[in-house]
């Protein structure tokens, strides 16, 4: 029978081998036996691999992404560059201009480390680090020493686990002419040891001069003090 038009249907045709007899082979079976054909290995040996395929579509994508954005923008791909450079500039001037940023100040955490020492100790390691040029460890060691000396003279009870800012508060009470000094000493303490803040020679000096001038003051007796010097 023909089909419409008088072209019979397509069905593949393979010759046997020694003759001239067409043989019929029916669409299914043979499709089937040209996919596995194709599927073997020997194929698909010099295709890229999974990783590959998507590396490739990747930086398709950027390659679109800036073609669509140099149309757009002033100047074509050019303009795009000034941009992404002003962009990076203005990053840096304001990291430059700002800082690091600024953890919260962790409260929770000791003033000294699990090692006591005297204050004649932190100082001599504060001058250590300060000759060295080390100045957040030498205001560290030095605001150790500030504190140590209060509890040494019985200013400051000795408290496992006081922070710089509960030791500059109590300090305060007993010696109110160095309210001010305590407390820009402990936020200095804070801002090197937890808010990634650096220190200088200046800072150092500030507190090695609160040091001495706390040595000689005399504290004011409130019940806070019980054993301060009369």
């Known amino acids: 029978m023909l089909s419409t038009g008088g072209v019979p249907p397509t069905t593949p045709q393979v010759r ?15 499709r089937e036996a040209a996919e596995r054909e194709l599927s073997k290995p020997m194929y698909h040996e010099n295709e890229p691999n999974l990783l590959q395929r998507a590396i490739d579509r990747f930086w398709d994508w950027v390659g679109d992404l800036l073609s669509a954005a140099s149309g757009a923008a002033p100047g074509g791909l050019l303009g795009i560059l000034v941009i992404i450079l002003a962009v990076i500039g203005l990053a840096a001037a ?17 003033l000294f480390d699990d090692i006591p020492r005297s204050a004649a100790e932190h100082r001599a390691a504060a001058d250590a680090h300060a000759t060295a040029g080390r100045w957040n460890q030498a205001v560290q060691e030095r605001m150790r020493a500030v504190v140590r000396s209060l509890e040494e003279r019985a200013i400051l009870d000795p408290r496992p686990g006081r922070t710089a800012d509960e030791a500059a508060a109590e300090g305060a009470r007993a ?3 160095h309210s001010s000094g ?3 000493a402990a936020r200095q303490f804070d801002d090197v040891t937890y808010g990634g803040r650096t220190a200088d020679q200046r800072a150092y000096l500030r507190l090695r001069d609160l040091d001495l001038a706390l040595d000689r003051a005399k504290p004011r007796l409130t019940s806070t003090s019980p054993g301060a010097a009369e």
């Open 16 to 30: 046997a081998a020694g003759g001239d007899v067409p043989v019929d082979t029916p669409r299914v079976p043979a």
């Open 94 to 110: 304001l990291r430059w201009r700002l800082g690091p940023p600024r953890a919260t100040p962790r409260t929770t955490d000791s």
């Open 175 to 177: 010696l109110p002419d």
């Open 182 to 184: 305590l407390h820009s």
